[in-house]
């Protein structure tokens, strides 16, 4: 028999990750599908840790037999699968760990999907490449995805490398998880804040009328605004304003302790410097509200862009500029009657500003020509609480990145620096024209024959002179002197994966993956790239 407010048999399996992004982002999870192109071992890995944490289903496409290389990178396969469809037997032994989870798989290679039913790529949430495709079919992939706004990752692991590179036009993320949301309006306080100011510490000074004990449990909030209000009296009404002020306005703070224990005066000591800002909108969520697509709604905006124009709309209007209430409340030494009433007043706030916002997005619903109730409340409260720490990215796509030059001045800056992971960069984008050669019709990786390593080498760092005389980069032997020693590296393992680093890379491009489905936590933008050698990891914007 379940117990009554006991958790679910679900909330005890992802406990865990429940406690990270919340119901509503493991429910965006479950619903998510996830399109794996190529059954490699950095690939599976990835898959792993999206189908343990219930992703509701991948799907994916390999045309390739398993092989004797396959059993020594892919832990997933055993020696009962030699032969047998790698896409297959990978998407059978994933479900396995998790029943929750649906698995789907094509015996089929990528380009034969582009060619004959491009539409069905609209199906997918996250797209994701591994193993050694073409430049070309990567760039098709690509001008499919990228107009219709679905996330393409594209990870290549060879040796002791990886890249892996997301391209997505828009990814608008309001849950981004500051260490706080905390605004205590101390600067501008409202009304009803004052009015319990007024009644909680107007006697703070009087000890006929407060005893040492309630004297010593007052929250330090309601002891900063009552001697701010002394303060005020005596500075022409202005608020300490710089350094030397709020020292200042410290002393008068401890000037007020009737004893040196008292633990709530040093905590409304300990805020002055943190709370005594004046308030403004920050840089991420202005460019947000200034954005063309937040003042110029259409009927195809975005739930995100209707609540930012509201909130906007909402600062703007009667509220001085500033953003609704988050209405959260630190701990502090008080009485607990005292704290709830205190926490109260905040939350009151905090629902008459979430009413207001919910007002105006029900009126751009109207306006719009859609239902008023459309968006759901809930969606409009985690955005109002988070309003101040929003963030918009608009990423490039990758024929911006092949095609033209909006990296050539970030790759210049870097390639001076011989310790600079894009080294690593530059010897991967060679290692896939290699591959993308349309000589080497079987996709042969460099330096798979130990005859070959020197000549194939020779071959990638003429890639990279190409590219970078492409991207108008002036450089010399002894700029790429790393470069070679990069591509060095990645030809010696002939297109190898090691498992351990395979696994890191699971790792790293799953959590990514999690934050674009989610839309909680800032995700890369856009390339990540790592040296196991070094154990060093760089993220560039290219």
Not at 282 to 294: G, H, M, N, R
Not at 297 to 322: H, M, Q
Request: include cysteine; charged fraction near 25%; charge should be negative.
């Amino acid at each position: 028999m379940s117990v009554p407010g006991a958790p679910t048999a679900k909330e005890k399996k992802y406990d865990r990750q429940l406690r990270l992004w919340g119901a509503g982002g493991q429910q965006a999870l479950e619903t998510a599908h996830i399109l794996l192109i190529n059954a490699t071992a950095a690939g599976t890995e990835t898959l792993k840790n999206l189908v343990l944490p219930g992703v509701g289903q991948f799907t994916i496409v390999d045309h390739a037999v398993v092989t004797d290389e396959d059993l020594g990178t892919n832990f997933f396969l055993d020696d009962s699968c030699i032969g047998l469809s790698r896409a297959q037997k990978t998407c059978e032994l994933l479900c396995e760990l998790n029943p929750d989870v649906k698995g789907n798989f094509i015996n089929d290679n990528i380009e034969n999907i582009i060619k004959s039913t491009p539409e069905k790529l609209k199906e997918y949430t996250i797209v994701l490449a591994t193993g050694d495709i073409t430049t070309s079919t990567l760039l098709d992939l690509d001008k499919i995805l990228y107009p219709l706004d679905i996330p393409f990752f594209h990870l290549r692991c060879v040796g002791f490398s990886f890249t892996c590179r997301v391209a997505v036009s828009e990814h608008a993320i309001v849950e981004t998880h500051p260490a706080s949301t905390i605004d205590l309006r101390l600067l501008n306080p409202f009304p009803e804040l004052l009015a319990l100011a007024e009644e909680k510490a107007s006697t703070m000074d009087d000890k006929d009328k407060m005893s040492t004990h309630d004297h010593g449990h007052i929250p330090y909030v309601l002891i900063l605004l009552r001697v701010l209000e002394d303060w005020k009296s005596s500075h022409d009404g202005k608020v300490p304003s710089n350094y030397s002020e709020k020292n200042e306005f410290k002393s008068l703070l401890r000037s007020k302790m009737w004893n040196a224990d008292e633990e709530n005066f040093e905590e409304a000591i300990a805020a002055v410097l943190p709370y005594f800002n004046p308030p403004s909108i920050p840089s991420a969520t202005k460019a947000v509200f200034e954005d063309e697509k937040c003042k110029s709604l259409t009927s195809s905006s975005t739930n995100f862009w209707i609540i930012a124009r509201a909130v906007k709309d909402f600062a703007e209007g009667k509220n001085g500029g500033l953003l609704p209430l988050p209405g959260a409340l630190p701990d502090m030494k008080a009485e607990s009657k005292d704290y709830i009433q205190l926490q109260n007043v905040y939350k009151s706030k905090a629902r008459a500003d979430l009413a207001e916002v919910v007002t105006i997005v029900k009126s751009l619903l109207k306006e719009l020509g859609k239902k008023e109730d459309a968006i759901r409340e809930e969606e409009v409260e985690t955005f109002c609480k988070h309003a101040g720490y929003i963030k918009l990215i608009r990423g490039r796509s990758l024929k911006d990145e092949y095609e033209s030059s909006p990296n050539a001045k970030k790759i210049s800056n870097e390639i001076s620096d011989p310790a600079s992971l894009v080294h690593y960069y530059l010897g991967l984008r060679a290692y896939e024209a290699f591959i993308s050669d349309k000589s080497n019709s079987k996709r042969v990786a460099p330096g798979v024959e130990d005859s070959t390593v020197e000549s194939d080498s020779e071959k990638l760092n003429k890639h990279v002179v190409e590219l970078l005389d492409k991207l108008s980069i002036t450089h010399s032997s002894d700029l790429l002197e790393a470069t070679s020693k990069a591509i060095g590296e990645i030809v010696r393992v002939g297109g190898g994966e090691l498992h351990n680093i395979s696994s890191l890379a699971g790792g790293i491009v799953s959590q990514e993956i999690i934050k674009v489905i989610t839309k909680q936590y800032i995700t890369m933008n856009n390339t990540i790239v790592f040296d196991g050698i070094t154990s060093r990891t760089e993220v560039f914007e290219l």
